[in-house]
């Protein structure tokens, strides 16, 4: 089955600076990879999401790009701000069905 | 759009008890609905995938019989935690995929199970 792997575990960042998640992944089938922001005690949030069938995607102040040669993935967050500070997780899919997520990461914007 | 409501948030049961839990999309037709379980600072863990009319796929290492999973439609999947124990506590979160995006998952709010 599919592995995902997470780094770091956490991650504490200055306000205004670059945060960057990355993620690997084992199963070469798998085609889709979304990304999650979870604040404490509430559900996750979908905020970027790639398809196999391209490198980068952008929105904003969030990029992700994916390297499908390496399996691997990454989340760049530019301009940090302290509403920023959540978990974040990745994921692997083959799509529709179902997830498996990284381990997760612990952002902190420090003001 | 693709909003999932889940219900009840937070619920407090003895020992013994069974506890059922609701997942509903509630501008969309789940295709597929998942439930997860997530303990405190950690990942979610998959725990069945459940698609309308058929009987749940449950992940390695998860009682069928425990945890209880009937979709009964498009828009409602529910949860059932039966004879509840304490080491059952945890936030259950369920999702749904469907609607204009099939890809993606879309979660609930949780629901915060504690087994006195």
């Known amino acids: 089955g599919e592995n995902v792997e997470q780094h770091p575990s956490t991650l504490s960042v200055q306000e205004g600076d670059s945060a960057v998640i990355k993620c690997t992944y084992s199963?070469?089938?798998?085609?889709?990879f979304p990304w999650y922001k979870q604040e404490l005690g509430k559900r996750p949030q979908l905020i970027i999401d790639?398809?196999?069938?391209?490198g980068e995607k952008k929105d904003q102040r969030i990029a992700v790009t994916l390297n499908k040669t390496a399996k691997h993935f990454s989340l760049h967050i530019t301009e940090t701000q302290p509403e920023d500070s959540a978990v974040y997780f990745c994921a692997a899919s083959m799509s529709g069905n179902q997830f498996y997520f990284g381990t997760g990461t612990s952002l902190t914007v420090i003001p | 759009g693709a909003v999932v409501s889940q219900h009840p948030s937070r619920v407090i049961c003895k020992s013994g008890t069974s506890v059922k839990i609701e997942c509903r999309s509630l501008?969309?037709?789940?295709?597929?609905m998942f439930w997860y379980r997530q303990f405190p600072k950690q990942s979610l863990m998959l725990m069945a995938t459940?698609?309308?009319?058929?009987?749940?796929?449950?992940e390695q290492g998860v009682e069928k019989d425990k945890f209880l999973i009937n979709h009964a439609s498009l828009t409602l999947s529910t949860l059932t935690v039966t004879s509840a124990h304490p080491e059952d506590s945890s936030f259950y979160i369920c999702?749904?995929?469907?609607?204009?995006?099939?890809?993606?998952?879309?979660f609930g709010p949780g629901t915060r199970l504690t087994v006195l």
């Open positions: 501008d969309f037709q789940a295709t597929t």
């Open positions: 459940s698609n309308e009319g058929s009987k749940a796929t449950y």
């Open positions: 790639i398809r196999s069938n391209v």
């Open positions: 999702s749904a995929a469907g609607g204009g995006n099939t890809d993606t998952q879309y």
């Open positions: 199963d070469s089938a798998s085609n889709y």
